[in-house]
């Protein structure tokens, strides 16, 4: 089982019916994230469409969010 899924909801800085999005525990820079699936899934390639979909709706979502929050100069996304 992922440790990720076991964060409580409190701990969800955004959240749809097949993802969430978490602050890193060792950020690399202001608003780090991590947006978990639900589903423990082994990578990107192996997500349904519908949850690249969720997955990319909170990407929006956080970025919208840090806009507001950090005016950061860019973002960079991962997929691990």
Do not use: C
Not at 3 to 10: A, G, I, M, N, R
């Amino acid at each position: 089982m992922s440790p990720f899924l076991q964060v409580p909801e409190s701990g969800h800085v955004a959240s749809n019916a097949l993802a969430f999005a978490i602050r890193d525990g060792f950020p690399v820079s202001p608003g780090h994230s991590l947006v978990v699936p639900r589903r423990l899934i082994a990578t990107w390639f192996d997500a349904t469409r519908e949850e690249q979909h969720a997955i990319l709706e909170l990407v929006d979502a956080l970025k919208r969010a840090l806009d507001l929050d950090l005016a950061p100069d860019g973002y960079n996304v991962g997929f691990n």
